[in-house]
């Protein structure tokens, strides 16, 4: 914003010691004029102490005090200055009818008091998204007892044509095992080293070497596992390489596409615990062993069944043989009595009729 000027008798404003003094009188008064026209005295504001008058703001026309301090332009002291009337300042310059001279220039009011304190809360946040520490702009350079970081941020806020400043902030190396040391999960070269010759018995020195490399590679997976798990649940950072980036937070372009940085995800499941080939030849013998010992235990109880039955049976027969033979035997005797009788009866029939 430039000074103000005074473009109607310039001459009416003067300055003497703590008083404006303000005429009304025309460029040519007559003597009754400069008799009865008394000028107008207010009192000069007290004025701001000159180390509070902070010389670091971008923008003209405007004042931004933070806690004690004003931060303005060099332009706005020297239109201050330049102006030389009561109406163009940042204090007040008495009051006329009750309505207040000066302070025409606007006055935003900061304070600072409770930046550290959300700093502090903020960084418990901070780490659980890996993040190792901050500058914040409270932390920053202090200059002419502002600290620059805050200007800086003030002077963008109002400022259209100032750049967004950079935040400085340091953050971990979240590359896994795997990406730092590509044989960390990586299982293929000790497949190869301990596999089991197909035509030999289990080996079981090549068995114990392929366990003890799956459980060390575990370990590794658990450990990368366990160090997130700390840090974003319980704000423990891990002891891993750090990266410290200058960045300019953004929201106008952060959701672009070509912005995304790329991601990768990997994620790894057992699908199936395998046998060695020769335990898989073995328990494939003793399968069919087991299938051939079956059948033949079941061919063996069906035989035994069927000669038990056919035993049952012989059994039987000859029991009923026994039972017709003995029956045969009676009916003959019976058969035999009768005839006697018969026949007894017929001698002594035969002799009676002689």
């Not at 399968?287 to 056919?310: G, N």
């Amino acid at each position: 914003m430039a000074k103000q000027p005074i473009e109607q008798n310039p001459e009416r404003y003067k300055k003497k010691e703590d008083k404006w003094i303000i005429s009304s009188l025309p460029s040519e008064p007559t003597k009754e004029q400069i008799a009865t026209i008394k000028p107008l005295e207010l009192e000069v504001g007290k004025p701001i102490d000159k180390d509070l008058l902070i010389p670091l703001l971008a923008v003209n026309g405007i004042a931004v005090k933070v806690n004690e301090y004003y931060l303005v332009s060099e332009q706005t002291i020297s239109d201050i200055k330049n102006s030389n009337n009561p109406h163009y300042d940042i204090i007040e310059n008495g009051k006329v009818l009750g309505i207040p001279m000066g302070k025409t220039i606007p006055i935003i009011e900061i304070s600072d008091k409770n930046l550290r304190a959300i700093g502090n809360t903020r960084d418990i946040a901070n780490k659980n998204a890996g993040v190792l520490e901050v500058d914040y702009i409270y932390e920053t350079e202090i200059k002419m007892g502002v600290p620059i970081g805050l200007v800086n941020q003030i002077n963008y806020t109002l400022s259209p044509d100032i750049s967004r400043p950079a935040d400085k902030f340091k953050t971990f190396d979240w590359a896994l095992q795997s990406e730092r040391n590509e044989s960390a999960y990586n299982i293929t070269q000790l497949k190869i080293d301990t596999a089991q010759d197909k035509e030999k018995s289990l080996d079981t020195t090549k068995l114990a070497t392929f366990l003890t490399g799956i459980d060390s590679r575990l370990q590794i997976i658990r450990k990368d596992f366990n160090d997130i798990k700390k840090c974003f649940f319980d704000a423990t950072l891990p002891a891993l390489s750090t990266h410290t980036w200058n960045e300019v937070a953004t929201t106008d372009s952060s959701n672009a596409t070509d912005d995304k940085p790329q991601v990768v995800t990997k994620e790894t499941a057992l699908a199936a615990v395998g046998d060695t080939p020769v335990v898989a030849k073995e328990k494939a013998l003793k399968t069919e062993q087991d299938r051939i010992k079956a059948d033949a235990e079941a061919a063996k109880s069906s035989i035994e069944q069927q000669i038990s039955k056919q035993a049952d049976d012989l059994q039987r027969a000859q029991q009923g043989d026994a039972e017709a033979q003995n029956r045969l035997r009676q009916e003959i005797a019976d058969a035999k009595r009768t005839t006697d009788v018969v026949y007894s009866q017929y001698e002594a029939l035969s002799k009676g009729i002689k």
